[in-house]
């Protein structure tokens, strides 16, 4: 059982040392981008009311979620997703707000997955939610948002996937499929499950083009052009309406010059219900997850008393971190820390070259020195702290200071 207790459970992990500090320089640099374009920082609590997330909603399963009861008997559950925790804070305090609201978060989500491959069951989230915006405008400065956040992390080789939930909701318009027809569908084509696709639709009454372009969902992505020949395709409103916006998002995105990182899959239906127009994920190779991911939820907050249209994006920093490693990319991490190491009898000494460190703004950690520990101990402790440098106060005109990264040692006189 002692044992047991020094592993965490499935899906969760230990970070710390290198992996820690890379991390948080990377969600700094995404935050900051985030303010660059006017996004204030709103914080959200660990856990909620299950109703702000339930069926409702549209937001996880309610079997994915860790749920609790609370001394009053109320179910509460660790979040699963953020969104609806903002459009609840902006339904309760920018309620007569008209004028665009701007908001970024940075927390940690708990879904209760299977775990299957490794997939985490937390993770971390920095993302960020534009209300009261319902153009093509907003939604291509959301993916520009996006993008430029994951190139401040350190990320260049990744592409936008874009897609357009009203697409797939016109043809099952013209279906004529009911709630549990289209979610079943719905998971189904998320999947790329083109058996399954085939089999549901295969008992259905429906007009042959129409199920064409359902079987063909799974597939369907590539250019620009490509949408403009779908478009030429159906003649459900809903669906070229979806279409002809994409066309304008791309001509929006080469504003910014961002149009070469994205492509279009119009079978990217996203298991969050509340998504009710452009969708899109990001994807770099190495990793199996979407690194990022958002899309337009134009009727969540009218669920908390506020309707008004809304878009948002979410980075996700584990996976995007993941694919940084293994594409050797991870930042460099700057080893800007000294190890003081001294002698008992100039203790006082040390104390105060230390104090002198921090008051500069600089890194110091104190340590006594022990007879019965080597020179290449302390060598190898300096690199577990990630110290830059070891400096020794063992005289009482001299220090000795040893760069860790040359081995060379110089002195200064005191």
Same mark, same amino acid.
């Given at each position: 059982?002692?044992e047991k207790l020094? #592993?965490t ?6 970070i710390?040392?290198e992996?820690y500090i890379t991390?948080?320089?990377?969600? +700094?640099?995404?935050? /900051?981008c985030?303010r ?7 914080k ?6 299950f109703d ?9 399963? +309610?079997?994915?979620m860790?749920?609790?009861i ?6 509460l =559950?660790?979040? &699963?997703?953020v ?9 309760k305090?920018f309620r007569d707000e008209?004028l ?5 978060? #940075?927390?940690?989500?708990f *879904?209760?997955n299977?775990?299957?491959?490794g997939k985490l069951?937390e993770?971390?989230q920095?993302?960020?939610e534009l209300?009261n /915006?319902p153009?093509v405008?907003?939604d291509a400065?959301? %993916?520009?948002?996006?993008i430029?956040s994951?190139d401040?992390?350190?990320l260049?080789?990744?592409q936008?996937? =874009? ?5 797939f ?14 979610n079943e569908l719905r998971?189904? %084509?998320?999947a790329?499950?083109?058996?399954g696709v085939?089999?549901?639709? !295969?008992?259905k ?5 129409i ?6 969902? &799974?597939?369907?992505?590539?250019t620009?052009?490509f ?5 030429k395709k159906?003649?459900?409103p809903?669906? *070229?309406?979806?279409l ?5 998002? @791309?001509?929006k995105?080469?504003?910014?010059g961002k ?9 990217m239906l996203t298991?969050?219900?509340?998504y009710?127009? *452009?969708v899109?994920?990001?994807?770099? #190779?190495k *990793?199996?997850?979407a690194?990022?991911?958002g899309g ?5 907050? !009218?669920q908390f008393?506020?309707p008004? &249209?809304?878009?948002g994006i979410?980075? @996700?920093?584990?996976?995007a971190?993941?694919?940084?490693a ?5 930042? =460099? ?7 003081i190491?001294?002698d /008992?009898k100039?203790?006082?000494k ?5 104090n ?10 104190l340590l006594k020195?022990?007879a019965?520990? !080597?020179?290449e101990?302390?060598?190898?402790y300096a690199e ?7 400096l020794?106060?063992?005289s009482?005109?001299?220090?000795? %200071? ?5 081995k060379?040692i110089?002195?200064k006189?005191?």
């Amino acid at each position: 059982m002692k044992e047991k207790l020094l #592993h965490t459970p499935e899906g969760v992990r230990d970070i710390y040392g290198e992996e820690y500090i890379t991390k948080g320089r990377a969600e +700094r640099a995404v935050k /900051e981008c985030m303010r660059h374009y006017g996004f204030l920082q709103i914080k959200t609590p660990a856990f909620e009311y299950f109703d702000i997330f339930n069926s409702e909603r549209g937001s996880v399963d +309610r079997k994915d979620m860790f749920k609790f009861i609370d001394r009053d008997g109320e179910t509460l =559950v660790l979040r &699963p997703d953020v969104t609806p925790q903002v459009a609840r804070c902006v339904a309760k305090y920018f309620r007569d707000e008209k004028l665009p609201i701007r908001l970024f978060y #940075h927390g940690n989500t708990f *879904v209760n997955n299977d775990g299957y491959q490794g997939k985490l069951k937390e993770i971390t989230q920095i993302g960020a939610e534009l209300v009261n /915006e319902p153009g093509v405008d907003a939604d291509a400065e959301m %993916i520009a948002l996006m993008i430029d956040s994951l190139d401040s992390m350190g990320l260049k080789d990744f592409q936008i996937e =874009v897609g357009n939930a009203d697409f797939f909701r016109g043809l099952c318009d013209d279906a004529g499929f009911d709630e549990d027809e289209t979610n079943e569908l719905r998971m189904l %084509i998320e999947a790329k499950n083109l058996f399954g696709v085939e089999e549901l639709l !295969s008992g259905k009454n429906i007009d042959e083009n129409i199920k064409e372009l359902f079987t063909r969902l &799974p597939l369907q992505f590539g250019t620009i052009e490509f949408v403009r020949d779908i478009r030429k395709k159906t003649k459900n409103p809903r669906a *070229v309406a979806a279409l002809e916006r994409l066309e304008k998002l @791309y001509e929006k995105l080469s504003f910014y010059g961002k149009e070469g990182y994205v492509s279009f899959d119009l079978g990217m239906l996203t298991l969050y219900d509340y998504y009710t127009g *452009v969708v899109f994920k990001a994807y770099t #190779h190495k *990793v199996g997850e979407a690194i990022a991911a958002g899309g337009r939820y134009d009727k969540l907050l !009218s669920q908390f008393g506020k309707p008004a &249209p809304a878009i948002g994006i979410a980075i @996700y920093t584990d996976y995007a971190l993941t694919a940084m490693a293994r594409q050797n990319v991870t930042p =460099v991490v700057t080893h800007d820390l000294t190890l003081i190491l001294y002698d /008992e009898k100039y203790e006082v000494k040390a104390v105060k070259i230390a104090n002198g460190f921090r008051k500069d703004g600089l890194k110091a950690v104190l340590l006594k020195k022990d007879a019965k520990v !080597s020179g290449e101990e302390y060598e190898r402790y300096a690199e577990s702290i990630m110290a830059g440098g070891i400096l020794f106060v063992d005289s009482d005109e001299m220090i000795r %200071i040893l760069d860790m990264e040359s081995k060379k040692i110089s002195e200064k006189r005191l």
